[in-house]
């Protein structure tokens, strides 16, 4: 079973919900610390949620697509650089998309997302 389309996920509606479900349940966090970071987690998650939406309800109303595919905003290590830093004695992987050392255990480019 791979991936849903878009159109057949959870919509933003229902993720604005299960965020609101979870601010609910997260007063029922016996440990303060534990209970006002997960407060501030979907406090924030919701609060992107809502500012997607009147974001794409602009872009839509002027009829401007939602995004525009960018190309990377970070430079990349020359390969001399690159080298350089691979024969350090470091270890793990780097991406071949922005050169950035990456986790082996990690599929993909935690900088950029780029898939192994």
């Known amino acids: 079973m ?11 509606e ?11 349940m997260a007063d029922s966090i016996k440990g303060k610390s534990q209970r006002e970071n ?3 987690q979907l406090e924030s998650a919701l609060q992107e949620a809502l500012s997607f939406h009147a974001s794409v309800s602009r872009l839509q109303a002027a009829e401007l697509p939602l995004y525009e595919e960018a190309a990377s905003v970070r430079l990349l ?25 990456m986790d082996s255990e990690l599929e993909f480019c935690p900088v950029c997302g780029h898939f192994k």
Do not use: I, M, N
Request: net charge negative; hydrophobic share 30%; proline share 4%.
């Open 77 to 101: 290590a020359t390969e001399e650089e690159a080298a350089s830093a691979k024969s350090d004695g470091s270890e793990g992987d780097y991406c071949v998309k922005c050169d950035e050392s």
């Open 2 to 12: 791979g991936a849903l389309p878009v159109s057949e996920g959870p919509s933003l």
């Open 38 to 40: 997960r407060r501030w």
């Open 14 to 24: 229902e993720f604005r919900r299960w965020l609101q479900e979870e601010l609910v």
